[in-house]
């Protein structure tokens, strides 16, 4: 368990600048080493600037920050022996202690009047809510437990260590759900919206380079109106002469294309990308062995609305999953389920992150373990969902229509995430409130309406962009980037250019901010 405290946070950035100063008195630098010091010295920069803007002593959102990854940390670990069950009890009971140090940089950020905004820590107070109990039948942690009870251990000193430590999470979420709701909440920051100086360092470290905000937002908009257009065209193959609200509505209700059951649907997307492992193989990847396995898996409930995935251990024993948030649905349409698991499973994430812990012996610890930038991993995702579309896999109106919403979806996400926290304009001449300048308000209409997602859906998502400036700009920013490289590496080599070669060199490369993903590729990306 991490200490979230304000002296953990100091100590992280006495090591990082005291990394970041070593590494500068290192030469001369062989390859690969000198690729992976750009890559340590630009990821330690980064966070040395976060922690001296205070953002460590305001991060609490609905997504990502400490307070979800005290609890999710529990999903990933072990469960099959008795000595599994040891180290999670080990761990359950520092539960109280993390999120007390946790607790404590708040406190020290609200003296310091670095504060988070109040929406997101109202929205994390009825997250704790869910996990401790209060809004279910059954608190997280003591759900947990018993699962080892229902293996029929039999170590009954094992079984009540269990039951009290979960017991006491519980209670430890309980009371940093009170502390949010009846302490921080009220002088949180009523403004959701962040500003361009923080807006940029943000956007600097989900995307490893420094972008034109403006060009960015304008650039959003024109992809935004590209990627609908193709979409009224696709779905007029699926419903001609009805407009694309009749055709979602169909794809979203009709039972034939949809799968009812949450344990049918985990079956239909273990399949589906254990297929496409064994057909991209040897064909427009070379896969190892030990990263053909991904499982599909159901989120527990209390978190985001979004699908996400967690990579394999180090050693393969835990292997890279999916994890689905059902969001209490038991009846799964497919149209959007399929460029999502591209995205997710293979050839987006797991084969991207499974790959990179798969070169141990190419890649150090810092690279593959701490490296991560979400414009390189997201972006690549975005791709993945883009390439399956050009390699012939979503023939299917539907499934074609289902990652054309992806795309504008994260279209729309630019659009609204630098326009709300940068403070910009609706172009003069859009229809939606044409001038007028963005605001927290405006965002979800906006987004139900270019969205084409469940509005409950939408909400949390409008609250994730809110809490963390600069995250939902990386996948398509970081696909626009992937997609040049990919463009200039094929101007460059001209006939001999070989798709399955580049993604075996793109992605050996492991992670790094897309500055450096340009420059290691041959070129500059767009846009630094």
């Known amino acids: 368990m991490t200490d979230y405290s304000p002296d953990g946070h100091a100590a992280r950035a006495a090591l990082d600048r005291t990394t970041l100063a070593q590494l500068s008195q290192i030469r001369p630098l062989p390859e690969p080493d000198r690729m992976a010091a750009d890559v340590m010295r630009e990821r330690l920069q980064v966070a040395i600037d976060q922690d001296q803007a205070g953002e460590r002593l305001r991060d609490l959102r609905v997504i990502g920050s400490p307070f979800q990854s005290i609890r999710e940390c529990f999903d990933l670990m072990a469960t099959a022996t008795d000595a599994d069950w040891e180290v999670i009890a080990a761990r359950m009971e520092r539960v109280p202690q993390a999120l007390a140090s946790f607790e404590s940089a708040l406190r020290e950020g609200q003296r310091r ?41 039999g170590n009954a000193t094992l079984q009540r260590r269990l039951i009290a430590a979960a017991r006491r999470a519980s209670e430890a979420y309980a009371q940093t759900t009170r502390f949010l709701r009846q302490e921080y909440a009220p002088a949180a920051a009523e403004r959701d919206a962040v500003g361009p100086e923080r807006y940029t360092l943000w956007a600097r470290a989900f995307l490893g380079t420094a972008i034109d905000l403006d060009e960015t937002y304008r650039w959003a908009w024109d992809e935004l109106h ?92 835990r292997p890279g999953r999916t994890w689905y948030p059902t969001l209490g649905k038991t009846r799964f349409p497919l149209w959007g389920e399929v460029s999502t698991a591209y995205h997710e499973g293979v050839p987006g994430h797991h084969l991207q992150l499974a790959q990179l812990t798969y070169r141990a012996d190419e890649l150090n610890r810092f690279q593959r373990v701490a490296a991560f930038v979400p414009g390189y991993s997201e972006g690549w995702a975005l791709y993945a969902e883009r390439l399956m579309g050009e390699l012939g896999y979503l023939q299917n109106p539907a499934y074609e229509l289902g990652m054309l919403r992806a795309q504008a979806f994260r279209a729309m996400r630019v659009v609204v995430d630098i326009g709300v926290h940068v403070g910009l304009k609706i172009p003069a001449n859009e229809a939606y409130h044409p001038a007028e300048t963005w605001s927290p308000e405006l965002m979800l ?84």
């Open 226 to 317: 590209r990627i609908e257009d193709r979409m009224v065209s696709v779905a007029g193959r699926i419903l001609p002469g009805e407009a694309l609200p009749a055709v979602v509505h169909l794809l979203e209700t009709d039972p034939a294309r949809s799968i009812e059951g949450v344990d049918a649907f985990r079956d239909w997307l273990q399949a589906l990308m254990d297929r496409t492992i064994a057909e991209l193989d040897g064909a427009h990847f070379d896969i190892p062995e030990p990263v053909k396995r991904v499982e599909a898996m159901i989120a527990p409930p209390g978190g985001a609305a979004a699908m996400y995935y967690t990579r394999p251990s180090e050693d393969f024993k």
């Open 445 to 528: 209409p906006f987004a139900i309406e270019h969205g084409h997602h469940p509005e409950d859906f939408l909400r949390s998502e409008v609250d994730r962009y809110l809490g963390w400036p600069g995250q939902a700009i990386c996948y398509k920013v970081g696909e626009r980037a992937w997609l040049a490289v990919r463009e200039q590496a094929r101007e460059r080599e001209g006939t001999a250019f070989n798709l399955k070669a580049f993604h075996t060199r793109a992605l050996d490369l492991g992670p790094m901010g897309l500055a450096q993903l340009g420059r290691e590729l041959g070129s500059e990306v767009r846009s630094v």
């Open 113 to 153: 009047g670095v504060v988070a905004a109040r929406r997101q820590a109202l929205v994390c107070a009825d997250q704790g809510a869910t996990w401790s109990g209060q809004k279910t039948a059954r608190p997280f942690f003591e759900t947990l437990a018993a699962k080892s009870d229902a293996r029929g251990m």
